[in-house]
């Protein structure tokens, strides 16, 4: 079985900055990608970031230049520094990744159970 587990959440000001983590552990052959996605109350969940086992990139246009994504493959961890965060940001952050627990296996997809992150103005 695999978990997701995030941390880090929390509540800052406009303006200010916080750092997730997420860890996988379990029964794990190889993570492929693994990112960050968000829901606010009312809204669908969305992606954030994404980082491939190789360090590619994708970032949602709202988040371009102020959160970084990253990611420590030898520990199957992701990072996100968010900096300069708005009201908007204001979400529960769920941790993902794309992995197998076997080698001939197919590929899963494995959500963490989410951390509050709440931007005041």
């Known amino acids: 079985q695999v978990q997701l587990v995030e941390s880090g959440g929390g509540l800052v000001q406009a303006g200010g900055s916080l750092r997730l983590s997420c860890r996988a552990s379990g029964s794990i052959f190889s993570i492929n990608a693994m990112g960050w996605y968000r829901q606010a109350p009312g809204k669908q969940r969305e992606l954030v970031a994404v980082i491939t086992s190789g360090g590619s990139t994708n970032y949602a246009d709202s988040v371009k230049g102020r959160f970084t994504i990253s990611r420590d493959n030898a520990k199957n961890m992701v990072l996100l520094q968010m900096n300069s965060l708005k009201p908007e940001d204001t979400a529960v952050y769920y941790c993902?990744?794309?992995?197998?627990?076997?080698?001939?296996?197919?590929?899963?997809?494995?959500w963490g159970q989410g951390t509050q992150v709440t931007v005041s103005s």
């Open positions: 993902n990744a794309i992995l197998k627990v076997q080698l001939w296996g197919p590929l899963q997809n494995s």
